[in-house]
């Protein structure tokens, strides 16, 4: 009896050590990936990957000029995911395929898991109810969608504001115009995969070309100091 007691509480003090060294394991093989992957970003890897920052910007904020995108902020998940496409080359692009191909898988989640910690241009902001007109054919289609094509609202899957949900849907809030507008032809030429259940290309079959460039302008607009905000007043 008394001997069973004792197996019990020295097994439960096992199991408290293991899920404590465990605990520890996890919290410093976090800390050592954030240190890995802020090394690739500010300073590249001796294979020759360029620093990241040197294109997406010290904080991750992107280039709007240059239309590279914003990384800082964006969920750790979908942006290793990303990686894994252009080393695959699945998702094509001459700049990033190179990059992402000499990375290791794990050099891939470390530098994701570190721009994803690193917070998002001030200034965004899970809002879309600013100066919505039908005349404003990109905040209408952003927040309205368009029901005669059946084509629904933006936010209702990358959120209000187009602030980004979870590892599925990335923020569209402070993306380069010219980021937003490549990705949506990119879709339609098949240069970027169908991504989970090939919902962009149904969306980008519904817009115009003049559409894309209008919803990607209203988008690009929903970002402070970050340097990728339209002027003030740009947005009808
Ligand atoms: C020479 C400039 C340059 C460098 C250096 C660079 N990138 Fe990129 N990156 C780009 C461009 C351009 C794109 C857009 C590619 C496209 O059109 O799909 C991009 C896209 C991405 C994306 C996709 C973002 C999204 O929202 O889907 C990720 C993730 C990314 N880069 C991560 C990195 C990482 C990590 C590094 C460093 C290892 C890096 N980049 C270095 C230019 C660069
Ligand atoms: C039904 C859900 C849904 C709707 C509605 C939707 N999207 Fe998406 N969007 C997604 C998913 C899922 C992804 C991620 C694709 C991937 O992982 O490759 C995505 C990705 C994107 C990207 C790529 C972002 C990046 O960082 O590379 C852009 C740009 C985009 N969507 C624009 C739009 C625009 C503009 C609209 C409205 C016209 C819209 N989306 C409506 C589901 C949706």
New binding site residues.
């Given amino acids: 009896m008394s001997a069973a007691v004792g197996n019990m509480s020295s097994r439960s003090v096992l199991a408290a050590c293991v899920a404590a060294v465990a605990l520890g394991m996890t919290a410093s093989a976090r800390a050592d990936d954030m240190m890995v992957g802020k090394t690739i970003a500010t300073q590249g890897t001796a294979k020759g990957v360029a620093a990241c920052i040197s294109c997406h910007g010290a904080k991750g904020e992107g280039n709007a000029a240059a239309g590279f ?1 914003r990384l800082a902020g ?1 969920n750790a998940a ?1 942006l290793s ?2 990686l894994s496409r252009f080393a695959n080359g699945e998702r094509q692009s001459t700049i990033m395929q190179p990059f992402a191909k000499l990375l290791s898988s794990n050099g891939r989640s470390a530098v994701a898991l570190y721009f994803s910690s690193l917070p998002p241009p001030a200034g965004i902001k899970a809002d879309d109810s600013n100066s919505i007109r039908p005349s404003d054919a990109g905040a209408w ?2 927040t309205r969608g368009r029901w005669s094509q059946g ?4 936010a ?3 959120g209000p504001g187009g602030i980004g949900v979870g590892a ?3 923020p ?1 809030a402070g ?1 380069p115009a010219a980021y ?1 507008e490549s ?2 032809h990119g879709w339609k030429k098949g240069t ?2 169908p ?3 090939a ?2 290309p149904v ?1 980008v079959s519904k ?1 115009s070309d003049t559409d894309i460039s209008a ?1 990607a302008a209203y ?1 690009a607009g929903n970002a402070g100091s970050s340097g990728n905000a339209a002027p003030a007043g740009s947005k009808q």
């Fill in positions: 995108p964006v979908y995911e990303q289609i952003a084509l629904p609202a933006c209702q899957c990358h599925t849907f990335p569209l993306q937003i990705q949506l970027r995969p991504g989970p259940m919902l962009m969306i817009l919803v988008y």
